[in-house]
């Protein structure tokens, strides 16, 4: 089992930055990769970035491409997403997760197993 801890959000206006960390710890490493969701108020939770933990390939929503940067740092086990240009729908609870593996059907969004507590993000306008 991972452990995840995310810190970093905050209340930002509108075109402002922020930037997430999330450390993992216990059984982290052997990842496939980790990422980002978010879920807004009243809304399902989606998927917003992740990285591959070797090779570092990463993907994101088409709704943050441009603006939010994911990265990771293998030797402390932790992954950060820059967020610029934050606009007011960007706000929500952003959870970390980690995917201990590639196996089984579906996309990447569906091998994330373990789960951060969520750190909180609000962009006024």
């Known amino acids: 089992q991972v452990q995840l801890v995310e810190s970093g959000g905050g209340l930002v206006q509108a075109g402002g930055s922020l930037r997430l960390s999330c450390a993992a710890s216990?059984?982290?490493?052997?990842?496939?990769?980790m990422g980002w969701f978010r879920q807004a108020p009243e809304k399902v939770r989606e998927p917003v970035a992740a990285?591959?933990?070797?090779?570092?390939?990463?993907v994101y929503a088409d709704s943050v491409k441009g603006r939010f940067t994911i990265s990771r740092d293998n030797a402390k086990n932790t992954v950060y997403l820059q967020m610029n240009s934050l606009k007011p729908e960007d706000t929500g609870l952003y959870y970390c997760?980690?995917?201990?593996?590639?196996?089984?059907?579906?996309?990447?969004?569906?091998?994330?197993?373990?789960w951060g507590q969520g750190t909180l993000v609000t962009v006024s306008s």
């Open positions: 216990g059984r982290s490493s052997s990842m496939y990769a």
């Open positions: 997760a980690a995917a201990p593996s590639p196996l089984g059907l579906g996309s990447l969004w569906t091998k994330f197993r373990s």
């Open positions: 990285v591959y933990w070797s090779g570092g390939t990463s």
